[in-house]
Antibody, heavy 120, light 107 residues
Framework: EVQLLESGGGLVQPGGSLRLSCAAS????????MSWVRQAPGKGLEWVSG????????FYADSVKGRFTVSRDNSKNTLYLQMNSLRAEDTAIYYC?????????????WGQGTLVTVSS | DIQMTQSPSSLSAFVGDRVTITCRAS??????LAWFQQKPGKAPKSLIY???SLQSGVPSRFSGSGSGTDFTLTISSLQPEDFATYYCQQYNNYPLTFGPGTKVDIK
């Protein structure tokens, strides 16, 4: 059974940093692209960042480019999102999502999400 | 970036009704279109990929169609558990983009 478990969310001041983790199980983690998707309170879904199974291809939304860094540790079956220079508009539930074996693929499984609140 | 639009933004229907949601892409995305269902307070759930392929375990009352720029999600016989918001998403290229969502209420 595929499971994705996010952690690392919390309350952080504007300008601060936070690192999110997504622990994966139930599939060969290194073979699949992964993404982060966020949802601000009462709003729709926004793709944030993604990377290929090897980690060699990384992609970012313009809204987070230069501030967020996506990475993965295939030996630990874990996806990360390092978030720096956080802003109030980054407040959202952050979901990790499992992609396919290509570089650009659909999502088939989602985690339960972790809440990030940026506020003073 | 590819812009995704959906219509309607919300709808109300009776149990048993046939419901259709439309999604439009700002440029040709072939069939690289997915649909997701999200219930209040829950994570999204994947329903359809490649415009018309059902994810494993998704009831057959859900179906998708379309290619190029115009797509539809159809629920053939609406059930009470289908109360949710539905999003389309293109994965033709990065950045991946979602439609704004369609909220389905049960009358």
């Amino acid at each position: 059974e595929v499971q994705l478990l996010e952690s690392g969310g919390g309350l952080v001041q504007p300008g601060g940093s936070l690192r999110l983790s997504c622990a994966a199980s139930g599939f060969i983690f290194s073979s699949y692209a992964m993404s982060w998707v966020r949802q601000a309170p009462g709003k729709g879904l926004e793709w944030v960042s993604g990377l290929s199974g090897s980690g060699g291809n990384r992609f970012y939304a313009d809204s987070v480019k230069g501030r967020f860094t996506v990475s993965r540790d295939n030996s630990k079956n874990t996806l990360y999102l390092q978030m720096n220079s956080l802003r109030a508009e980054d407040t959202a539930i952050y979901y990790c999502a499992k992609g396919g074996k290509g570089v650009v693929t659909n999502f088939d499984y989602w985690g339960q999400g972790t809440l990030v609140t940026v506020s003073s | 970036d590819i812009q995704m639009t959906q219509s309607p933004s919300s709808l109300s229907a009776f149990v048993g009704d046939r419901v259709t949601i439309t999604c439009r892409a700002s440029q040709d995305i072939s069939n690289y279109l997915a649909w997701f269902q999200q219930k209040p307070g829950k994570a999204p759930k994947s329903l359809i990929y490649a415009a018309s392929s059902l994810q494993s375990g998704v009831p057959s009352r859900f179906s998708g169609s379309g290619s190029g720029t115009d797509f539809t999600l159809t629920i053939s016989s609406l059930q009470p558990e289908d109360f949710a918001t539905y999003y389309c998403q293109q994965y033709n290229n990065y950045p991946l983009t979602f439609g704004p969502g369609t909220k389905v209420d049960i009358k």
